[in-house]
């Protein structure tokens, strides 16, 4: 059989059985789960009601996240699947759907803030460090730097994230339907919400 959508089968208010009076029709139907995984992109056309067509995601391994803060947008590496509040079973088999909570390359992040603020993003810089050669920029150039310094404050969570490369993220499009994984940077209180929840689950 099918997977149906109706609610034909379905009892009333009052718990007594409906007489099934029709077959299932095709507009009730429903279709199996992408449960997208990550790995090198592997994307499925699906024809739908209309003519019109969803995009079945069943690999990915990167997506446009956004750093809502800093209003920047860049395409990054997917590395790890980390907290799902619907089901554990989605961390372990490392399934991307929305909202789930996962681990982004942080590096093009940190490439922008460095050429936009000019100070380094992750401030714990190691011991013995050698100082980088500091490139050729013309004084409007430093002017324009050094008046954007004042805003260069990041939370201290999402700093400590830089300097170990990765950043928590939430997917926020429908991989199975549109066949992207796009999101945005966890950081303020959303951050401090899901950190206290992973930390609770490795806790049990």
Not at 4 to 13: E, T, Y
Not at 60 to 68: E, P, R
Not at 121 to 140: D, F
Not at 186 to 201: A, I
Request: aromatic share 6%; glycine share 8%; hydrophobic share 30%.
């Amino acid at each position: 059989m099918g997977i149906s959508r109706d609610s034909v089968h379905k009892r009333r208010k009052t718990g007594g059985k409906r007489p099934i009076v029709r077959k299932k029709r095709k507009f009730e139907l429903g279709r199996p789960s992408a449960n997208t995984k990550m790995g090198p992109k592997r994307i499925r056309t699906v024809r739908t009601m209309g003519g019109n067509t969803k995009f079945r995601a069943l690999r990915l391994d990167t997506g446009n996240f956004s750093w809502a803060s800093e209003g920047v947008t860049r395409k990054t590496r997917i590395l790890d699947v980390v907290y799902n509040a619907s089901n554990n079973e989605l961390v372990r088999t490392k399934t991307l759907v929305k909202n789930a909570v996962i681990q982004v390359d942080s590096t093009p992040f940190r490439q922008w803030y460095e050429a936009h603020y000019g100070v380094t993003a992750g401030r714990k810089k190691r011991m013995g460090e050698e100082k980088k050669e500091e490139i050729s920029q013309s004084t409007h150039v430093k002017r324009k730097i050094a008046a954007r310094k004042e805003d260069s404050k990041i939370g201290q969570l999402l700093d400590d994230q830089f300097s170990t490369g990765r950043l928590y993220a939430c997917i926020a499009s429908r991989p199975g339907q549109s066949g992207r994984c796009d999101g945005y940077i966890l950081e303020g209180k959303e951050l401090e919400f899901y950190l206290k929840k992973m930390k609770m689950k490795k806790s049990k």
